[in-house]
C-alpha cells in the first residue's frame, strides 16, 4: 500500500516562507494527479494546488503568485513552496494522489501564520 508522508509544517510570522514535502513511500508519482490540500478549524477541506504528470499546474485563487507546487519523480516527492504567508493560510495541509478512481492521502502537517 503506498503512504504519503508530509513534512515542513511550522509556525511563520505573516510574511514568511515554508517549504512543504510529502514523500511517498514507493515511485508512482509519475502518473496520476498530486495535490495539495488544507482544513483549516469549521472548515471543509480545500484544493490549494495540484499537478498532472507532463501537464500543467494548477492553484486555488487565494494563493496564485504566492504558492509553487513542484514534484521530484526520481525522489517520489512533491513540494509546496509557500511564500508571502498570511494568517488566513493556517491550516492543515494534505498531500494527496489520484490515479484510476483511487486516492491516497498523507496525515497531515499542521501550518500555522501568526500576524
Known amino acids: 500500500q503506498v503512504q504519503l508522508v508530509e513534512s515542513g509544517g511550522g509556525l511563520v510570522q505573516a510574511g514568511g516562507s515554508l517549504r512543504l514535502s510529502c514523500a511517498a513511500s514507493r515511485s508512482f508519482l509519475s502518473i496520476g494527479t498530486m495535490g495539495w490540500y488544507r482544513q483549516a478549524p469549521g472548515n471543509q477541506r480545500e484544493l490549494v494546488a495540484y499537478t498532472t504528470s507532463g501537464g500543467p499546474t494548477n492553484y486555488a485563487d487565494s494563493v496564485k503568485g504566492r504558492f509553487t507546487i513542484s514534484r521530484d519523480n526520481a525522489k517520489n516527492t512533491v513540494y509546496l513552496q509557500m511564500n508571502s504567508l498570511k494568517p488566513e493560510d493556517t491550516a492543515v495541509y494534505y498531500c494527496?494522489?489520484?490515479?484510476?478512481?483511487?486516492?491516497?492521502w498523507g496525515q497531515g502537517t499542521q501550518v500555522t501564520v501568526s500576524s
Open positions: 494527496n494522489h489520484f490515479f484510476s478512481g483511487v486516492n491516497t
